[in-house]
T-cell receptor
Framework: KAGVTQTPRYLIKTRGQQVTLSCSPISGHRSVSWYQQTPGQGLQFLFEYFSETQRNKGNFPGRFSGRQFSNSRSEMNVSTLELGDSALYLC????WGTGAYFRGYTFGSGTRLTVV | KQEVTQIPAALSVPEGENLVLNCSFTDSAIYNLQWFRQDPGKGLTSLLLIQSSQREQTSGRLNASLDKSSGRSTLYIAASQPGDSATYLCAVSMGETSGSRLTFGEGTQLTVNP
């Protein structure tokens, strides 16, 4: 069974540009979440999509946006890149489930974004 | 606002030693807690998931316990091996439904020396 696939693995962009990252969840998983990991701030929640709807959003500026397609694949976009956006961006997926039926999150390997 | 703290920040042990990693959280109204490991430059690998109604979970040499009332969880690693060297992260979820955001600790960097 394929895991969570994130593309590309590495990316170098110039300040002011925009970037789009992709995440393909495990087959059957309908929830996709995005996290940013930096040495200074650790892992921080960006947003979560479920059935093509953004259900939850972290405290990031509007330059960070995302979407989810009908096949549950998700994309994250960052516009007007800043040096501080350099980070490892991780995507996680989970099947639908509540309470005791919740099955935990499976993370992808991440996209390492460097802004120069 | 939920805050998660992990102690110690770093730990170095000789191979074969049993060890305990600690995680504490400020808001005890969690729905579940998950332990992950992260190898340098890589994504997160799920180790154990503990539902709020459970007290512990075991997988191989790993055992995780949860005490909601005191806001604590521990990850016990038995007979440590050099391959266990990684950063261990705990994360709590405040929501009952899948997709609820995780709040992570800063992690414990573990080094197991041969």
């Amino acid at each position: 069974k394929a895991g969570v696939t994130q593309t590309p693995r590495y990316l170098i962009k110039t300040r002011g540009q925009q970037v789009t990252l992709s995440c393909s969840p495990i087959s059957g998983h309908r929830s996709v979440s995005w996290y940013q990991q930096t040495p200074g701030q650790g892992l921080q929640f960006l947003f979560e999509y479920f059935s093509e709807t953004q259900r939850n959003k972290g405290n990031f500026p509007g330059r960070f946006s995302g979407r989810q397609f009908s096949n549950s694949r998700s994309e994250m976009n960052v516009s007007t890149l800043e040096l501080g956006d350099s980070a490892l961006y991780l995507c996680a997926s989970t099947p639908w489930g509540t309470g005791a039926y919740f099955r935990g999150y499976t993370f992808g390997s991440g996209t390492r974004l460097t802004v120069v | 606002k939920q805050e998660v703290t992990q102690i110690p920040a770093a730990l170095s042990v000789p191979e074969g030693e049993n060890l305990v990693l600690n995680c504490s959280f400020t808001d005890s109204a969690i729905y579940n807690l998950q332990w992950f490991r992260q190898d340098p430059g890589k994504g997160l690998t799920s180790l154990l998931l503990i539902q709020s109604s459970q007290r512990e979970q075991t997988s191989g040499r790993l055992n995780a316990s949860l005490d909601k009332s005191s806001g604590r969880s521990t990850l016990y690693i038995a007979a440590s091996q050099p391959g266990d060297s990684a950063t261990y992260l705990c994360a709590v979820s405040m929501g009952e439904t899948s997709g609820s955001r995780l709040t992570f600790g800063e992690g414990t960097q573990l080094t197991v020396n041969p």
